[in-house]
């Protein structure tokens, strides 16, 4: 094929515009997702520690999620991208604490972060490359100290249950954004509070009100089970 100077140059500018347009972010914000252990092991699946030993009594990271304004999200955007432990292994000690896995059979985290990394951290690569994605999620845990807030509100992981209202005004008061709080059921049937979800900017840096809610109930009266 031949080309004239000038149409070389549209043709590298095409090119140019559409590798941009591949590589920039398709999504509005994120979800960042913090689960209650309690709720996990309680529910009526089995739920198994990690090979690291029991998670404190604290909430834990789930996940980093990018999402759109409509409520759809992007997963799975680059199979090129797999997850590397080794670009991640000075936050190894901490990702075992503040993001332990629960799920069976028993192992040190790594299966949870390469699910979480491939689903959806490879959907916000143009803005967080895999350290700086695990770094963000655990410096948005620091800040958004959802045990705290509840606490501080006399809400306590004590087995009793506290009202869907409450339960946001405390997290609001304590951490400064409303929270979709997420319920699963324990054995019995009870609604509790199982997963809290606070939005985050497209840099990860800012905590923002939700531009969207995920869809879902919990019952008028939320357990707060102990872990
Ligand atoms: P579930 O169907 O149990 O609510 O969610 C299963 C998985 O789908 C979640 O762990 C998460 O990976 C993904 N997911 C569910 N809802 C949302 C959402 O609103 N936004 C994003 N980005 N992911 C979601
Ligand atoms: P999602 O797709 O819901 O973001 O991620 C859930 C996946 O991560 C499931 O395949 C689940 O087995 C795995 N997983 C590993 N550890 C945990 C955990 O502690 N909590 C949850 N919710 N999922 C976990």
């Known amino acids: 094929m031949v080309f004239k100077g000038s149409n070389l140059i549209k043709l590298m500018l095409l090119t140019q515009c559409l590798t941009v347009l591949c590589q ?3 999504f509005d914000f994120f979800y960042f997702v913090q689960q209650w252990p309690g709720s996990y092991c309680d529910a009526r699946r089995p739920c198994c520690y990690p090979t690291t030993g029991k998670p404190a009594a604290d909430f834990g990271i789930h996940g980093l999620w990018p999402n759109r304004n409509d409520g759809s999200y992007p997963s799975n955007c680059d199979p090129n991208s797999p997850f590397d432990p080794s670009e991640v292994s000075d936050l190894t000690t901490k990702l075992q604490s503040e993001w332990p896995t629960l799920a069976c059979p028993s192992n040190d985290g790594t299966g949870f972060w390469t699910h979480e990394w491939e689903k959806h951290g490879t959907c916000s690569e143009s803005n967080l490359k895999q350290h700086a994605y695990f770094a963000t999620a655990l410096g948005l845990k620091e800040k958004a100290n959802l045990l705290q807030a509840l606490t501080s509100a006399g809400i306590k992981p004590d087995g009793e249950s506290y009202t869907l209202s409450d339960i946001k005004g405390a997290i609001k008061d304590g951490v400064g954004f409303t929270p979709y709080i997420e319920c699963n059921v324990d054995k019995s049937g009870n609604s509790q509070l199982y997963q809290v979800y ?12 939700c ?4 869809h879902g109930r919990c019952g008028s009266s939320i357990e707060f089970p102990t872990f």
């Open 211 to 214: 531009p969207v809610f995920p």
């Open 24 to 26: 920039s972010e398709d």
């Open 198 to 209: 606070l939005c985050v900017d497209t840099s990860g840096s800012n905590l923002i009100e």
